[in-house]
C-alpha cells in the first residue's frame, strides 16, 4: 500500500503547491490586507500599517459607488448572460443538426472571436462604436452607443462577441458525447429535428450549459478590461462602473488595503451567487 500511496502523492505535490501558491497564498494575503490599515502621526508623517480589525470592511459596507457597481453588473449578467447563452446553444445544435456543411470552418470561425484578447476586443468595438471613428457612421452618427443609457449594452455586445464561441465548444462537445442510439430510438419513435433538440439534446447537455452560466456569473462580477478600455472613449465610464474596476483605481491610490476588502467581499458575493445557481438548479434536477 505504501508504493501507491507514494505515487498518488508524486501526482498531487505538483498542483498541491500550485494551488497553494497561487490560490490559497493570494486568498490569504488579501485577507490579511483587509484587516489593516494605514495612520500616519501628524500632516506629513510617515505612513505606519497597523491593525485596524474590521474597519476596511465598514468603509466597503458604507460606500455607495461600490454596490451600485455591484448592482450594474447584476443589471448585465441577468441579460447579457441568457442571450449569450442562447446564442451559444442554438449555434452548438445547428452544428450538430447536420443541417450544416463544412463544421470545422465554422467551429473555428465561432471560436476565433476567444482568441482575440479582452482588450484588444474592447479597443476594436471601442473605435467601432465611436461616432467620429466608426467606418458606420450612418448607425453611430444618429445613435450614441458609447452614451451613458447604451455603455453598459455596447460592453455587453463586446462580452458576447467574444465569448459566445468558447460556450458553443463546451456545448457542442457535450451534444458529441450523447450515444448514437438515443437518437435512433429516437428516430423509430418518430420525432423530428425539432422535437429532438428539445427533448433530447438540450436535457442531455444541461450539465455544460449549467457549467457554462456558472462561468459566466463569475466572469460577470470580474468585469474590467472592457470598461477599463471604454473609460477612453465614454466619459459615462467612471473608475468605479464595475466592482473590479474600483478594486483597480482604489489599489491605484495606492489604498491596497481597502481594495483587498474590496476583493474579498467581491469574492464572497462571486461565490455565494454561484453556489445559489447550483443550488437552484440542482432541485430543478432533483425533481
Same mark, same amino acid.
Given at each position: ?24 497564498? $493570494? ?21 505606519? %500599517? ?14 455607495? &459607488?461600490?454596490? %451600485? ?12 448572460? &441568457? ?10 445544435l445547428l452544428l450538430d443538426s447536420g443541417l450544416v456543411k463544412g463544421r470545422r470552418f465554422f467551429r473555428l470561425?465561432?471560436?476565433? !472571436?476567444?482568441?482575440? $484578447? ?12 465611436? !461616432? ?15 452614451? #451613458? ?45 425539432i422535437r429532438t433538440a428539445w427533448s433530447i439534446k438540450i436535457p442531455l447537455v444541461m450539465p455544460a450549459i ?16 472592457? !470598461? ?30 481597502? #481594495? ?6 467581491? #469574492?464572497? #458575493? ?18
Amino acid at each position: 500500500m505504501k508504493a501507491p500511496k507514494k505515487a498518488l502523492l508524486f501526482f498531487i505535490l505538483p498542483f498541491g503547491l500550485l494551488f497553494t501558491a497561487f490560490y490559497l497564498a $493570494p486568498i490569504l494575503y488579501a485577507i490579511k490586507q483587509s484587516l489593516y490599515k494605514v495612520e500616519r502621526s501628524g500632516t506629513f508623517g510617515p505612513a505606519v %500599517e497597523v491593525f485596524g480589525g474590521l474597519t476596511q470592511y465598514q468603509r466597503v459596507f458604507s460606500d455607495g &459607488p461600490f454596490w %451600485e457597481s455591484i448592482g450594474r453588473v447584476l443589471l448585465f449578467g441577468i441579460v447579457q448572460v &441568457p442571450v449569450m447563452l442562447g446564442l451559444a446553444l442554438f449555434l452548438a445544435l445547428l452544428l450538430d443538426s447536420g443541417l450544416v456543411k463544412g463544421r470545422r470552418f465554422f467551429r473555428l470561425a465561432f471560436f476565433v !472571436p476567444y482568441a482575440v $484578447p479582452g482588450v484588444v476586443a474592447a479597443i476594436m468595438w471601442g473605435f467601432l462604436y465611436s !461616432p467620429s471613428l466608426s467606418p458606420f457612421d450612418a448607425v453611430t452618427g444618429n445613435v450614441d452607443l458609447l452614451s #451613458a443609457d447604451l455603455v453598459l449594452w455596447s460592453m455587453a455586445n463586446v462580452v458576447t462577441w467574444v465569448y459566445v464561441g468558447y460556450n458553443m465548444l463546451i456545448i457542442y462537445s457535450s451534444l458529441l458525447a450523447i450515444p448514437q442510439e438515443v437518437y435512433e430510438a429516437a428516430c423509430i419513435d418518430g420525432a423530428g429535428a425539432i422535437r429532438t433538440a428539445w427533448s433530447i439534446k438540450i436535457p442531455l447537455v444541461m450539465p455544460a450549459i449549467v457549467l457554462t452560466t456558472v462561468f459566466s456569473i463569475i466572469g460577470t462580477l470580474q468585469l474590467l478590461a472592457e !470598461p477599463q478600455v471604454f473609460r477612453t472613449f465614454s466619459s459615462a465610464v467612471t473608475s468605479t462602473y464595475t466592482p473590479n474596476l474600483t478594486v483597480y483605481s482604489t489599489s491605484s491610490i495606492p489604498n491596497f488595503n481597502l #481594495a483587498a476588502a474590496f476583493s474579498v467581499v467581491l #469574492a464572497l #458575493a462571486t461565490c455565494l451567487l454561484s453556489f445559489a445557481f447550483l443550488k437552484v438548479t440542482q432541485r430543478g434536477g432533483d425533481k
